[in-house]
Every structure is written in C-alpha cells, then in structure tokens.
C-alpha cells in the first residue's frame, strides 16, 4: 500500500496562485504521477499527469496556468497552479499510478473566490 500525503490547500481570489504538493511512502521512480481535482456535485477530473521522465500532460482548462512536476529523490510531485479562475475550486486529489492498483491522496480544499 502507497500513502500519499497532500500539503494544505487554501482560500485565493480570482488571478492568485497556489501551490499543492503529494509526498509518497515509498518510491515513485518509474510511476506515472497526476493530480485530479473534484468540484461539487461533479465527477472527478483529470487535472495533469506527468511521467517519470518529468513529461507533462495538461487538460486543455489548465494548460498555460498549470505547472505539474516532480522530485523522485523527495518521492513528491507538485502542482503550481497560477491566475486561478473560480472554476477551479473543489478538491485536489494526489495520484499514484501504481502496475496493480492506483493509490490516491486524502484531497485537499482549493477554493477560488471571485
């Protein structure tokens, strides 16, 4: 089993940033790392991804205002999320795209005010 420990949120204005961060306990080398994010009343969405090489993947809402990455010696991925728009409020969850199973984190509260 893989818990993932994600750093506080937190309550910004409209054009603020804020940024998460995902600590695994064990290694994340050679696993694929996301974040996903759940607003209310909706599904959970894919945010980003990114590989073990740093290579980044952006839903279309974030790119250019998104920054995923990833420090394998710390076993942490990051998300940098800049001009926060209300839309992107709900909760941001960590993931671990492990062979057998994923491992999630316990979700942290963005909220972005207008």
């Known amino acids: 089993q893989v818990h993932l420990v994600e750093s506080a949120g937190g309550l910004v204005q409209a054009g603020g940033s804020l940024g998460l961060s995902c600590k695994a306990s064990r290694s994340i080398f050679d696993i694929v790392m996301a974040w996903y994010r759940q607003a209310p009343g909706k599904n959970r969405e894919l945010v980003a991804t990114?590989?073990?090489?740093?290579?980044?993947y952006y839903v279309e809402s974030v790119k250019g205002r998104f920054t995923i990455s990833r420090d394998n010696a710390k076993n942490t991925v990051y998300l940098q999320m800049n001009s926060l728009k209300p839309e992107d409020t709900g909760v941001y969850y960590c993931?671990?795209?492990?062979?057998?199973?994923?491992?999630w984190g316990q979700g942290t509260q963005v909220t972005v005010s207008s």
């Open positions: 993931n671990y795209r492990g062979i057998r199973s994923p491992y």
């Open positions: 990114i590989t073990s090489g740093g290579s980044p």
